[in-house]
Nanobody, 117 residues
Framework: QVQLVESGGGLVQAGGSLRLSCAASGDIFRINVMGWYRQTPGKQRELVAS???????NYADSVKGRFTISSDNAKKMVYLQLNSLKPEDTALYFCYAKKSMYYTVYWGQGTQVTVSS
C-alpha cells in the first residue's frame, strides 16, 4: 500500500499564493506518476497537474501559467505552487500517485484551498 499525506492548503485572498506538498510512503516502488486533482461540491474531480518520473508535465488549461508542479523523485514527493489564485480555484485538492505497470492509483485525503475575492 501507498500512503499519501498532503499539506499546505489554507485560506488566501485572490491574487495570492500557496504551496501544496505531498509525501508518499509505504510501497512506493514503481510509482511513475504523481500529481494533483481538485474537486468542488457537485462537480467531478478534475486533473490539475501531473508529473511523471521522467519529468513529463501536464497541466489543466485553467491553471497553465499560474500553477507549477515539481517533484523529488527519489523521495516520492510532489509539490504544487499555486500563484495568482482566483476564487474559482477554491476546491479540495487531492494528491495522487500512480503505478502504471499495475494500473493502480492511490489518493491522499485532500487539502482545502479557499480563495476569497
Amino acid at each position: 500500500q501507498v500512503q499519501l499525506v498532503e499539506s499546505g492548503g489554507g485560506l488566501v485572498q485572490a491574487g495570492g499564493s500557496l504551496r501544496l506538498s505531498c509525501a508518499a510512503s509505504g510501497d512506493i516502488f514503481r510509482i511513475n506518476v504523481m500529481g494533483w486533482y481538485r474537486q468542488t461540491p457537485g462537480k467531478q474531480r478534475e486533473l490539475v497537474a501531473s508529473i511523471t518520473s521522467g519529468g513529463t508535465i501536464n497541466y489543466a488549461d485553467s491553471v497553465k501559467g499560474r500553477f507549477t508542479i515539481s517533484s523529488d523523485n527519489a523521495k516520492k514527493m510532489v509539490y504544487l505552487q499555486l500563484n495568482s489564485l482566483k476564487p474559482e480555484d477554491t476546491a479540495l485538492y487531492f494528491c495522487y500517485a500512480k503505478k502504471s505497470m499495475y494500473y493502480t492509483v492511490y489518493w491522499g485525503q485532500g487539502t482545502q484551498v479557499t480563495v476569497s475575492s
